[in-house]
């Protein structure tokens, strides 16, 4: 699609006022169109505007009127401007501008050839041009010294080539929006693993990779068993040699330990849920791990402002459930219509991803949906809560892509897909009822699927969420609050300070020194030692750093049970944990039986993260190192 004028912005229009003081400084320096002389020539208002109104257009691929056109375009922009959702960056970014590039995702897959390598290489350049983040499978490529027939030559294996895709997108920098992300994973079966489980022990290597392990189960089990486990040559797939398997894993706790990373991706558990399995096996994510992707394809996402569907009933804060579906179903428009819109980086891509029309909505602002309802963020009530969001938003959300498919058509993979082939739905979430959503409810949800198909090939997914959060005054993803008042370093090295306005409401009631209570939380991340607080308030101001990891790990199982795509979380550790902490959070991940990857953080463990307290440079976590919405 090319870029087009966008119509007149419509007098009658009047938006909320609700951007921030840090939304309009992220979006100034990120997201509105600039002047040939670099000075920003548009309004948060006329983004919004330029965004639906692009957005809209996919509407008359799908045979609607230039009038109907012009009301989604209304639409659309109300839904922007109210702040309940919020596109994937690249969205705000290119939409309605020539390079018309809008997904924030993707996966190319890297063969054993010099010529793959840096056909790959050149493709990942052109998408970290564009605002895309890219995942690879290193897999594939056979083991350091292995012999190279048509050279007689030696391979110099996976992590050599690592280091040359990590230089390709230092100097692309991604046309100087965003930094280059990507994700570069090894199966824990492959040759090399061991060089690559430390390939990051030095944090100036490879600085634009979060690195994760496909975990096999076989691999878990041998591990448990105390067993050794076969590395295995790409190529050939005969052993190369046999290691103790809990060597390897102990490496691998040890090397998060000291810095977050590697990751885990449990790779069988996410091919058990691939929707296109007859397409092909997932091999990669996307750079935060919350999009296993096919090769060649790309994903569209988008997250939901919880903290904006709350209403009072009988002087009691309460979900509006009614506003949360509808709003749902409007995005899984949004974001559909986004797939037509989009101008995709390559013919491959392209057709992959019109092949199975995957989207990806998730939310943020889940720790200030919390705090209004005066949930503590480490309870099992708020776990229960999220179960019943989650599965809210999946029900709603294939409902409409269900509707849309009705309008539409089908994702042309469907024929082949379990949704086609049985009651997969019925099978992953009716024997687990929530509240709201019982088995019959599923049923019924399959059945109208099987009658009408479904547009979409996946419809969740859990995000970080990043400047987006920013831009939507939430906070990110499904994260607890970092602190209740932090300094946040983004934009070349601009920092924000923030502190959470229910917070802020509270202590205005309070005869406490408002600036000296504030100074003591950016110091220490925590209200747990503030003698001046009631323990009320810490109970229900709970943070990153003041949760068990055995908490966070219960919460990201309780959002991907209902969720086709991963969780982005980090699992936070204090500073003193030990490395059975480590070891004893991904067996709990594993054990699951619903988790996707793991990834864990301890604290003060690495250095320039994205957020972080007054003299404190740390962060809570490699999952948020890089952006990728």
């Known amino acids: 699609m090319s870029s087009f004028k966008p119509m007149p912005l419509p007098k009658d229009f009047h938006p909320e ?172 079966d492959h040759p090399d693993i061991e060089a690559f489980i430390h390939c990051k022990r030095d944090l100036d290597q490879i600085t634009n990779f979060n690195i994760s392990i496909a975990i096999t189960d076989a691999f878990m089990h041998a591990v448990e068993t105390d067993s050794d486990f076969p590395l295995i040559h790409p190529g050939s797939r005969l052993t190369v040699k046999n290691i103790p398997a809990r060597k390897l894993f102990d490496q691998i706790v040890k090397n998060a330990w000291l810095s977050g990373e590697p990751g885990l991706v449990f790779i069988d558990r996410i091919n058990q849920d691939n929707p296109t399995p007859a397409i ?22 988008g997250s939901i402002h919880l903290g904006r569907f709350l209403k009072e009933t009988d002087s009691q804060t309460v979900i509006n459930w009614e506003s949360l579906a509808e709003t ?26 019109l092949g199975n029309r995957k989207i990806g909505l998730g939310v943020m602002g889940w720790a200030d949906l919390l705090l209004a309802l005066g949930i ?108 209740v008042a932090f300094n946040r370093h983004v934009l070349d090295g601009e920092e924000l300070t923030e502190a959470h306005p229910l917070f802020l409401k509270w202590l205005a009631t309070t005869p406490i020194d408002k600036q000296k209570t504030l100074l003591k939380i950016t110091q220490a991340g925590t209200l747990a030692h503030l003698e001046e607080v009631p323990e009320s308030m810490k109970r229900l101001f709970v943070t990153a750093h003041d949760i068990s990891p055995h908490w966070h790990i219960l919460m990201q199982e309780a959002f991907q049970e209902f969720t086709d795509n991963a969780v982005s979380k980090t699992i936070n550790f204090p500073e003193d944990a030990k490395q059975k902490d480590i070891a004893e959070a991904y067996w709990q991940g594993f054990r699951s039986r619903t988790i996707k990857g793991l990834t864990v953080y301890r604290d003060n463990s690495r250095q320039n993260q994205p957020m972080s307290l007054e003299g404190h440079p740390d962060t809570f976590g490699s999952s948020t190192c890089l952006e990728c919405d």
């Open 17 to 188: 006022n609700s951007l921030t003081e840090n939304s309009l400084t992220v979006l100034a320096h990120r997201y509105l169109l600039r002047d040939d002389k670099g000075q920003v020539s548009e309004t948060p208002n006329e983004l919004f505007w330029r965004v639906a109104c692009h957005i809209a257009r996919g509407e008359a691929a799908c045979g609607k009127t230039k009038v109907e056109v012009e009301q989604w375009a209304r639409t659309f922009y109300e839904l922007l401007t109210s702040l309940r959702f919020m596109p994937n960056s690249p969205t705000l970014m290119n939409a309605g501008q020539p390079l018309g590039q809008l997904s924030a995702c993707f996966v190319l897959p890297i063969q054993d050839s010099l010529e793959s390598i840096f056909d790959t290489l050149k493709h990942a350049a052109l998408i970290h041009q564009s605002g895309g983040g890219t995942g690879f499978s290193f897999s594939n490529l056979r083991p350091q010294g292995d012999r190279v027939n048509s050279t007689m030559g030696v391979s110099s294996g996976p992590v050599s080539f690592m280091k040359v895709y990590n230089a390709a997108t230092e100097a692309v920098k991604q046309g100087g929006t965003r930094r280059g992300a990507n994700m570069g994973i090894l199966r824990i």
């Open 280 to 301: 092909g096996l997932i091999e990669s994510t996307n750079p935060c791990g919350e999009v296993p992707l096919l090769p060649y394809e790309a994903c569209n996402l």
């Open 328 to 353: 749902v179903t409007l995005a899984v428009r949004f974001l559909d219509n986004v797939i037509t819109q989009n101008q995709y980086p390559l013919p491959k891509i392209e057709e992959q991803v």
């Open 376 to 483: 503590p963020y480490d309870t099992e009530e708020a776990t229960t809560l999220a179960r019943e969001v989650a599965s809210w938003i999946d029900y709603h959300s294939k409902q409409a892509s269900v509707a849309l498919a009705k309008e539409r058509g089908s994702f042309p993979n469907f024929p082949k897909s379990p949704y086609a082939i049985r009651h997969w739905l019925t099978e992953k979430h009716g024997r687990h009822p929530t509240q709201l959503l019982q088995q019959s409810h599923w049923e019924a949800l399959d059945r109208a699927i099987h009658q009408e198909g479904l547009r979409n090939a996946t419809t969740t997914c859990i995000a970080p969420t990043g400047t987006i959060s920013i831009i939507a005054g939430a906070s990110g993803g499904i994260e607890p609050l970092f602190s």
